[in-house]
């Protein structure tokens, strides 16, 4: 299971770190991303991590957000800088096998922006708020 924490209320030009500790589950599932939806809006594939620490972040966070992974302690973290109100949304962390990437012809980063076959595995999200 994937379970994230960190989320709370922080003013516009504010800093948060979301946790998502991963347990339970045979394997590595070493991509690892988070994601995010607003009210209203559609779920957005925010950043990535791949099995070699390779990293994609959407444009929105580029330059703001850091995705990163401890393997000793299964988590992964997301470290989120100079918070804008468009942030506010509700996080999820996603996990999935590196490998079966390859036996749909895409990868890793390519499952961020929804390329097949996605995420098998999800939290169950933190809020982030960001008041101006």
């Known amino acids: 299971q994937l379970a994230e924490s960190g989320g709370g209320s922080v003013q516009a030009g504010g800093s948060l770190r979301l946790s998502c500790a991963v347990s339970g589950m045979t394997g590595s599932f070493n991509c690892r991303a988070w994601f995010r939806q607003a009210p209203g809006k559609e779920r957005e594939g925010v950043a990535v991590i791949a099995s070699a620490g390779t990293t994609t972040y959407s444009d929105s966070v580029q330059g703001r957000f850091i995705i990163s992974n401890d393997p000793y302690k299964n988590t992964l973290y997301l470290q989120m800088n100079s918070l804008e109100p468009e942030d506010t949304a509700m996080y999820y962390c996603?996990?999935?096998?590196?490998?079966?990437?390859?036996?749909?012809?895409?990868?890793?980063?390519?499952?961020?922006?929804?390329?097949?076959?996605?995420?098998?595995?999800w939290g169950q999200g933190t809020q982030v708020t960001v008041s101006s």
């Open positions: 996603a996990a999935e096998e590196e490998s079966i990437y390859s036996d749909y012809g895409s990868s890793c980063q390519s499952a961020l922006a929804g390329g097949d076959p996605g995420f098998g595995y």
